[in-house]
């Protein structure tokens, strides 16, 4: 029964009536409207929900709306005073504290709440104070920075602008090059940004998915009639009714069906799907189902799951479960072997881990009465989820528009078409309703998708002087039950390795094996972490081996400026010398390493990665990226429309600052509308850290073929030749004599005037040939790769074998940093999630194969209290084939992390821990192995 | 992930709550609602009646007389940690309170809800047996106080019998040459549960410790006093007890030899026994340097 609840909210009274299970987020949410709280974890883990409760920052998620009568309550809505930010929006807006925003609101309030009390806080009391809000995309230092200007701003000062120094690519550049906040961000930090959860359509139902409680089973009947009769429930959709189509990632290995047609393959593997009138009926009809299962045995481990007569997964495929298999041999390793003077090899294990971002799937679907739905996704990928629904639809791509909203995080989770976005779409065709359906945080770990485990077996061979002679890897990933983007996973842990360091001979086995678990996908990185964690660790061994410096053995074989690697990719800028050089020097390593105390250590570990995959997902002609700009009639805006997708890392101001760069104007004067299959020309998504690159191109031609216009149109105004002038801050100029210019937005008005409208369109495809022509050579290819250099310092305690990590210095090579600022918070971003990956993740199973750690409790990440100081440096990079010189930062900012940790715990301790993660646990037992020696 | 719905009550007085208890089948108390909700959500527990403790003041007060510390158990782990008399009278439970959870979380659970969940792991309990705390217990008919160390029977399984609800927690007032100190192991800086905890108290008199009582939590089906580590301490000399002392060593030992854990996500058995050993040490010299700096 329904009770009455007074409660003032923003100021204004509501009377409300309420059930008593309703928490304080479901009336602010669903009765109020007021979305700017979002739905996180749902248990009090994550803060995403919280808002203040009589000045006093609570989970709304863990208080009932019935206790909540008679208090008043302050979301974010309320905070800026109409137009007027407050100054804690204002810091978190200039200091780049925001990325995808959907932690925004709750760390916005608890901000308030916590310098409400402190007004002058301590750096630590700052860390200390946000641990109750996670944030997977900043790492949170710019947090900090805005925490700590609030601070200034509070007491009326301003804080001095941060001196950087411009990179020389970026010296004659207006837009590009500089630090400037997101244009996204006053939207996030207001919770007026619009995330799919927060979008309520009229008549809109829910749905949800029966999940398999076994780990393998075939399906011997589905029963619904009980279901179908509770009130309030509209569809239910099992295996029976849905298409035979299956579908997945990777062409050659589409797996997966819409929902399990006979068998089910993990705990977790969908079983139904159901439309109801509110996701409380959906549960209570969830549970009405009645599934009779033969259960079959099942492996969790690849290696039993690879022995002969090992249970099968699938039966008619993939033999001994090896759903991919890769051979690769380049150069000869056994001469290579031969020549070296030392030789060692190792067994690294990694760890199953899952990206987490804070905001989970969401997707709503609609259909309209001509035949065309319209789905809202929370993706980091519209195309291909475009692509795939138009497989399994069996619909033209125009019949169908995916437009995604806000995305709060993705790191990978969200770079492929999930379940939601097809069942939605089945359930909203039948029941004639659109359809809501989002996965909770249980939902999430079980749909997976995160970094496969691997079994490294490496071995590296290496002169006297350090030089590597040979190279072999033997790698086997743990897959989960279906394939996902897995097929590359097993490409990428090989083909990733001889891009850091000349590599003259190499061989890479690689065997990807699926077990009764959930799927594993692409999580930052793709592949390479584990083998680069095994790479960098083993490099520091052998170093150490042969009484070599481990920045020394480094410099002996990076990788040089226009090289092809042994196997057949293409590096053109290359600046990892100087990254390692920049960090030595900022870290003062020479004065630390080997002198610090017991306890204590210092460690590098280098990486870099992709701009881009060189060849897209399924095999297609389009270009990558795609850009049009249209500019207003009377020339005062432009506004870009960009298939690629901004998931928090940034990306709407990163293209918008070459589109304006290259049309001669300011960033304000800058919109993005991205990722609206309608709207936006086609573009691949936020995935292998491409959108810099490829977006950055297409949009920076577009650019200039707006720029071609208003050139000739100012030609004519100003009567003088076209070659004359030039674009620059809003001005079209005479080169020879700058004092000579006309508004940049009357020579675009009167193209207007005259010709139509004034667009430019723009697109970019990898350059023909990449790669070689061995099988699986696609994988790796890129149009340019990043590098970057990380020294990390630790401090163990050795007692408890409790790691705490000081310090991190890191230099990247990006090419030209479009937007230094963001470059930082990718870099940041990755070294919080990196240190949380190294030191805490890890997915845990019972012998069924259940999940025991499915929610943010126990599996746990990086809180602000973890956060190193972080030293984030951009060497002198040009990368020609990127706009203006730019490459990615993303994914590749990961790499060094994890080996980096892992030669600063072994400087400290003594001892090496080859096995991810690396817990106290391990440190104890690999001290007293140790002392038992 | 939703909360099955239920009939919340909202008494006005504890009497009154009593007797909603008693008489619902299946009712359950909410305080803060940080554990039960969770708990309700994840489909782990269900109850029909919801009886929340919000509008009676008394249970969330803070007062002391000439003997004891009163808290009421619906005060906030913040109002625990923020509260003066705490802060200046019983610092070690300030330390215990504010390494609960997350600020958000601290501000709506309660001290009362953190014992009454009964799980070995938790935090408030280690310290307040070490300060030979009682709690109060109501029911509709009648009125206990059972010591906090026999308030917890087994791991989710305490004292509270069907239409109970825990009102207080008493603590008497500490002796001027008391130390006590808590300590807590979690996985990672903040917002962890714990790995294992300590808590110690240390009666200095003349340079020997005239009184000991080590606590460990999180390492047994509950928190618990270890004997063999509080005798150890009993009538030694403190000037003897520096950081690699044996008998420093011997405590921690002592403390390890009680303990009995088992293996779980967060660590081995092993792992915890070793935890609880070097928190043993820490937290000794740390109460034994608080209670001479008292003395002084």
Same mark, same amino acid.
């Given at each position: ?28 949410? +669903? ?16 803060? &995403? ?66 310098? +409400? ?18 944030c997977r995309c900043t790492g949170y230092s710019k947090i900090f920075e805005a925490v700590e200007t609030v601070v200034d701003y509070l007491k ?237 639809? !069996? ?20 770079? &492929? ?117 095994? @790479? ?7 170093? !150490? ?32 010398? %100087? ?167 009357? &020579?675009?008005?009167?193209? @207007? ?43 163990? !305690? ?107 715990? !072994? +400087? %400290? ?25 | ?231 150890v301490l009993y009538g030694i000399d403190i000037s003897k007890l520096s950081k690699n002392s044996s008998v420093l060593r011997k405590a921690g ?44």
């Amino acid at each position: 029964m329904k009770q009455l609840v007074q409660i003032n909210v923003n100021g204004t009274e509501h009377e409300l009536a309420v059930k008593p299970s309703a928490t304080l987020l479901d009336l602010l949410r +669903d009765q109020l409207k007021l979305t700017g709280a979002k739905r996180g974890c749902e248990l009090g883990d994550c803060g &995403a929900c919280t808002v203040l409760m009589d000045g006093k920052s609570v989970n709304s998620c863990l208080v009932l709306a019935v206790e909540a009568d008679g208090k008043n309550i302050t979301t974010i809505e309320s905070l800026a005073d109409g137009e007027e930010l407050h100054p804690i929006q204002r810091a978190f807006i200039e200091k780049g504290a925001i990325q995808c925003g959907y932690c925004t609101p709750g760390m916005i309030l608890r901000t308030k709440s916590f310098l +409400d009390q402190n007004p002058d806080p301590k750096a630590d009391e700052i860390k200390e104070a946000l641990t109750g809000n996670l944030c997977r995309c900043t790492g949170y230092s710019k947090i900090f920075e805005a925490v700590e200007t609030v601070v200034d701003y509070l007491k009326g000062k301003e804080t001095e602008k941060i001196k950087f120094q411009l990179q020389k690519s970026a010296r004659d550049l207006s837009v590009v090059g500089k630090r400037l906040p997101k244009i996204d961000a006053p939207d996030k930090a207001t919770g007026r940004a619009i995330y799919t959860d927060d979008i309520t359509l009229p008549n809109m139902i829910y749905g949800k998915l029966l999940l398999s409680p076994v780990p393998h089973a075939k399906i011997k009947s589905i029963s619904t009639e009980k279901a179908r009769l509770l009130p309030g429930v509209k569809i239910i959709l099992t295996g029976a009714d849905v298409t035979d189509i299956s579908y997945g990632t990777s062409p050659p290995r589409y797996d997966e069906n819409v929902l399990a047609k006979d068998k089910v393959r993990y705990v977790g593997d969908v079983v139904a799907a159901v439309a109801a009138i509110d996701e409380e009926t959906c549960y209570q009809a969830i549970k009405s189902i009645e599934v009779e299962y033969e259960e079959l045995s099942a492996v969790f481990d690849p290696i039993e799951a690879m022995k002969d007569g090992a249970p099968r997964l699938f039966d008619d495929k993939y033999e001994n479960n090896i759903n991919t298999r890769v051979d690769h041999h380049f150069g000869d390793t056994e001469k290579g072997f031969a020549e070296a003077d030392h030789i060692r090899e190792e067994r690294f294990v990694g760890n199953r881990t899952y990206q987490n971002p804070i905001e989970p799937h969401v997707a709503i679907a609609e259909w309209d009465r001509h035949g065309r739905v319209t789905l809202y996704t929370s993706t980091q990928v519209v195309h291909y989820v475009h692509h795939q629904l138009s497989r399994i639809l !069996d619909l033209p791509l125009g019949n169908i528009r995916v437009i995604m909203t806000n995305c709060g995080g993705g790191f990978g989770a969200k770079a &492929a078409t999930n379940m939601l976005e097809i069942l939605s779409i089945l359930l909203a065709k039948k029941s004639g309703c659109p359809v809501k359906m989002r996965f909770n945080r249980e939902e999430m770990y079980l749909y997976g998708r995160g970094r496969h485990k691997q079994y490294i077996d490496l071995k590296i061979g290496v002169k006297k002087d350090g030089t590597i002679t040979a190279v072999k890897q033997n790698a086997i990933l743990e897959g989960g039950a279906y394939s996902s983007f897995g097929i590359v996973s097993t490409y990428y842990a090989g083909s990733m390795l001889p891009t850091l360091y000349n590599i003259p001979n190499y061989k890479y086995d690689g065997y990807r094996v699926n077990t009764n678990l959930p799927p594993c996908g692409a999580m930052r990185g793709h592949g390479t972490p584990h083998p680069r964690f095994a @790479f960098e660790s083993l490099l520091s061994m052998i170093a !150490d081996d042969i009484g070599m410096d481990h920045i020394d053995i480094r410099l002996k074989n990076a990788m040089q400026p226009e090289t092809r690697t042994c196997n057949d990719l293409d590096i053109h800028s290359c600046e990892l010398t %100087a990254c390692l050089e920049k960090v030595r020097k900022r870290s003062s390593w020479n004065e630390k390493k080997g002198k610090l105390p017991p306890g204590r250590g210092i460690g590098i570990g280098c990486g870099g990665f992709v701009s881009g995959a060189g060849y897209p997902i399924y095999r297609s002609k389009f270009p990558h990226s795609n850009a049009t700009i249209k500019v207003q009639e009377d020339g005062s805006k432009a506004v870009l429309f960009v298939g690629d997708a901004d998931i928090g890392q940034g990306s709407d101001t990163v293209l918008a600052q070459a589109a304006a760069e290259a049309m001669g104007i300011t960033l304000e004067r800058m919109s993005v509308v991205s990722a609206d299959s309608d709207l936006t020309p086609l573009g691949f998504g936020a995935y292998s850290s491409r959108v810099t690159l490829m977006g950055g191109n297409a949009s920076k031609m577009a650019g200039e073929e707006v720029r071609n216009q208003v050139l000739k149109s100012a030609a004519e105004i100003m009567e003088l030749d076209e070659s004359k002038l030039t674009v620059s801050n809003n001005k079209v100029l005479e080169i020879d004599n700058p004092e000579n210019y006309i508004p940049w937005e009357k &020579a675009a008005e009167a193209h @207007f005037s005259t010709k139509g409208p004034l667009v430019g369109k723009g697109h970019y495809s990898p350059p023909e040939g990449l790669g070689g022509t061995y099988k699986g050579a696609a994988v790796g290819t890129s149009p340019a790769f990043s590098f970057s250099a990380s020294v990390c310092e630790v401090e163990v !305690d050795m007692e408890t074998g409790k790691v705490k990590v000081l310090d991190f210095w890191d230099a990247h090579d990006c090419g030209t940093a479009i937007n230094p600022m963001a470059v930082e918070g990718q870099v940041e971003g990755a070294v919080v999630m990196g240190l949380s990956e190294t030191l805490f993740e890890d997915e845990v199973f019972d012998k069924n194969g259940k999940l025991l750690n499915a929610d943010l409790h126990n599996y746990l990440i990086a809180t602000s209290a973890e956060t190193p100081r972080i030293d984030s440096t951009i060497v002198d990079s040009y990368e020609s084939e990127g706009p203006f010189g730019a490459k990615e930062v993303g994914e590749g900012a990961t790499l060094p992390v994890l080996g980096a940790i892992a030669n600063a715990v !072994d +400087d %400290a301790i003594g001892v090496r821990i080859k096995e991810l993660p690396i817990t106290p646990e391990k440190i104890l037992d690999a001290i007293n192995e140790k002392e038992k020696k | 992930m939703y909360l099955k719905d239920f009939t919340y009550h909202k008494p006005q007085n504890l009497e009154e709550a009593c007797k909603i208890l008693e008489q619902s089948k299946n009712g359950a108390v909410i305080a803060g609602g940080t554990d039960i909700l969770v708990e309700i959500k994840k489909g782990l527990r269900y109850n029909d009646n919801i009886i929340s403790l919000m509008a009676i003041e008394e249970l969330r007060v803070i007062d002391e007389d000439t003997d004891a510390l009163h808290i009421g158990s619906g005060v906030t782990h913040n109002e625990v940690k923020n509260s003066s008399l705490i802060i200046k009278k019983f610092p070690a439970i300030v330390e215990a309170a504010s390494k609960i959870g997350t600020d958000q979380i601290r501000n709506t659970g309660t001290i009362g809800g953190n014992l009454c969940t009964g799980a070995s792991c938790c935090d408030m309990a280690p310290v307040l047996i070490s300060h030979n705390a009682s709690v109060e217990i109501s029911s509709s008919t009648k009125q206990r106080i059972v010591s906090v160390k026999d308030f917890f029977i087994f791991h989710k399984k305490t004292s509270l019998k069907r239409g109970e609800i825990m009102t207080k927690i008493i603590v008497p007032k500490v002796n001027s040459s008391t130390g006590y100190c808590f300590e807590k192991f979690g996985l990672r800086e903040a917002a962890s549960i714990s790995v294992a905890s300590l808590s110690v108290m240390i009666k200095v008199v003349n340079n020997n410790c005239a009184d000991s009582c080590v606590v460990i939590g999180a390492v047994a089906p509950t928190p618990k006093i270890s004997i063999k580590a509080s005798e150890v301490l009993y009538g030694i000399d403190i000037s003897k007890l520096s950081k690699n002392s044996s008998v420093l060593r011997k405590a921690g030992e002592a403390a390890e030899a009680d303990s009995l854990p088992l293996d779980d996500i967060r660590g081995t058995a092993y792992f915890r026994r070793n935890t609880v050993k070097v928190l043993a040490q820490r937290a000794i010299l740390k109460a034994v340097i608080r209670a001479s700096n008292l003395k002084i």
